[in-house]
């Protein structure tokens, strides 16, 4: 059979097309190992689900990719957009890598003869099929794009972005690692920002709730973790507009007892614990960051609430290392947490609350540096905060159990200590 003559394509992406208009609720597709039976159609639709016969896969691809490719060739040919559409759902489901081809459906999107609505539909069964499809990804993100900046569709904002959340979700299950779709996730949450500030925290609580069960359950994968690290900064910085009322006392008590169990291990021969119990707010965060800064015009509260992530946090990542021995991406992450310590002290002894000049990697180390070597005392007797005293004792701890744990565990912590002594975070 040459590359280019196949009977039967015409009818089977016909088919495929009558399939993706008839169930605007499909979910899935798949190749379905299966010989070649003249006498029945290689497509499959059941459930919501979409299968191709494996036989019909290669010559079907090969006549749609060699008509499309012959189209942009000679420019001077005109052709049914509807035949175009056709020709670009067979190549494009099959092979989603194509960008040449992603474009041509951009054209017929912004021509009007495609419904981006649908087009999101389709983009979804593709992101299935191959779940790591940079290009698929980006259509989505353009089409989400167009549809809220330029389409004449009445679109609900809030149903469009949370699609996309679940769309990149399903990615990130079907396949480990995929950064492309945790990237996707991150950037609906942007526009969500930009396009719905007013319910941008309820969102956050979702998110992070979401992702914190995601990441229990893959706890080698640090795509998972680096979306956590783009959460943990917007909750951290996430300063309430005057629109909004005060926290619930029960939402400022909650955040105040998570405080309290993660720097409890750091308050041993502390005059000022009683504080963390009977204290004001700016009281607790004064100790916790070892801060004597005049009072300046902050809402502490609130900054408190942001602080009470990151504690959870650490918390959560020393129970999973010491539930999981052997995982870098747990380590790495706790690197990340490291770090932020020294952010969120050169902050609030700043600003007295937190900025995101300071989570700046050119930044955010050399402060603390700069801080040690200008006092005349040797760091041994440098005063800390509660914060970094409980940090430290927690890391003892869970390094003290890695090393007996097994040689990877152990050149896990060992990387990990010299990472605290290169940021001059002390062990």
Not at 125 to 141: D, H, P
Not at 306 to 318: D, H, Q, T
Not at 370 to 378: F, L
Request: with cysteine; net charge neutral; proline share 3%.
């Amino acid at each position: 059979m040459q590359e280019d003559v196949f009977p039967a394509a015409e009818k089977i992406l016909s088919d495929i097309e009558n399939v993706l208009k008839k169930d605007p609720n499909l979910v899935s597709f798949e190749i379905i190992p299966a010989e070649d039976n003249k006498n029945k159609s290689p497509v499959f639709h059941d459930e919501n689900s979409l299968g191709l016969a494996s036989w019909s896969v290669q010559p079907l691809f090969s006549y749609a990719y060699n008509r499309l490719l012959d189209l942009r060739q000679n420019k001077h040919r005109r052709e049914d957009s509807g035949t175009v559409s056709k020709w670009l759902l067979g190549v494009l489901l099959l092979n989603p890598d194509i960008s040449t081809f992603w474009n041509m459906k951009r054209e017929l999107v912004k021509s009007g003869r495609l419904d981006p609505m649908q087009e999101l539909g389709f983009a979804s069964i593709v992101l299935y099929y191959k779940s790591k499809c940079f290009e698929a990804f980006a259509y989505r993100r353009w089409l989400v794009k167009f549809i809220l900046m330029e389409s004449t569709h009445s679109v609900n904002v809030d149903s469009i972005l949370r699609n996309e959340f679940k769309v990149a979700a399903m990615a990130a299950d079907r396949y480990a690692n995929n950064c492309h779709a945790w990237s996707h996730r991150e950037y609906a949450l942007g526009l969500f920002e930009t396009l719905a500030p007013e319910d941008l925290n309820p969102l956050l609580q979702t998110e992070w709730e979401e992702s914190s069960n995601w990441c229990n359950r893959h706890v080698s994968d640090y795509s998972g973790f680096a979306y956590r690290q783009f959460l943990l900064k917007k909750l951290l910085l996430y300063r309430r507009n005057r629109e909004e009322g005060a926290p619930s006392p029960e939402r400022v008590a909650k955040s105040r007892e998570l405080v309290f169990k993660f720097a409890k291990a750091g308050t041993r021969g502390c005059n000022d614990v009683f504080l963390l119990f009977d204290g004001s707010s700016d009281q607790v965060l004064d100790l916790m960051h070892d801060s004597e800064n005049e009072k300046r015009v902050s809402d502490y509260e609130q900054c408190l609430i942001n602080l009470s992530y990151w504690a959870e946090e650490c918390m959560l990542n020393e129970d999973l290392i010491i539930s999981f021995p052997g995982h870098e991406a747990l380590w790495c992450h706790r690197r990340f947490l490291a770090y932020s310590l020294l952010a969120l002290q050169t902050s609030y002894k700043k600003y007295s609350y937190y900025k995101s000049e300071n989570f700046d990697p050119c930044q955010g180390i050399r402060p603390r540096i700069e801080i040690n070597r200008s006092r005349t005392v040797d760091s041994a007797s440098v005063s800390k905060g509660l914060l970094e005293l409980a940090f430290r004792n927690h890391n003892h701890d869970v390094i003290a159990l890695a090393k007996k744990s097994g040689n990877h565990q152990h050149s896990l912590a060992e990387k990990f200590i010299k990472y605290l002594k290169f940021i001059d975070l002390e062990l």
